[in-house]
C-alpha cells in the first residue's frame, strides 16, 4: 500500500493459490486498516477488477463500497477496474 497525504492506497493484495480460502488475504487487509488507524490516514482506496468478485466480496466485508468504475484501466485481458473506498473511523 502507499500512504499519499492522508489517505491509502491499496496497491495489490495477492495469495498464492495453494494458500487460498484460509483467511490470509482477510488479515492482510485487517494488518493494512489497523496501520492506517495507527497512523492517522482518513480514508483507503483500491482497484479491482469488475469479474474479480470473490475479492470485491471481501473488500466489502471490510467495509469498503464501490465509488465507481475506470473504464479499460487492466490490460491481457482488457477490463474496467471498479474504484472502492474506505472511511477509516
Request: hydrophobic residues 40%.
Amino acid at each position: 500500500m502507499w500512504r499519499i497525504i492522508d489517505e491509502c492506497h491499496i496497491t495489490n493484495v495477492a495469495v498464492l493459490p495453494e494458500y487460498r480460502n484460509r483467511g490470509i488475504a482477510g488479515k492482510l487487509i485487517q494488518k493494512m486498516v489497523e496501520i492506517c488507524k495507527c497512523s492517522e490516514i482518513s480514508s483507503m482506496t483500491l482497484e479491482v477488477r469488475v469479474s474479480n468478485i470473490p475479492a470485491i466480496n471481501l473488500y466489502k466485508k471490510f467495509g469498503f463500497f464501490s465509488v465507481g468504475k475506470r473504464p479499460n484501466y487492466y490490460t491481457k485481458p482488457a477490463e474496467d477496474a471498479l474504484i472502492m473506498w474506505k472511511e477509516i473511523v
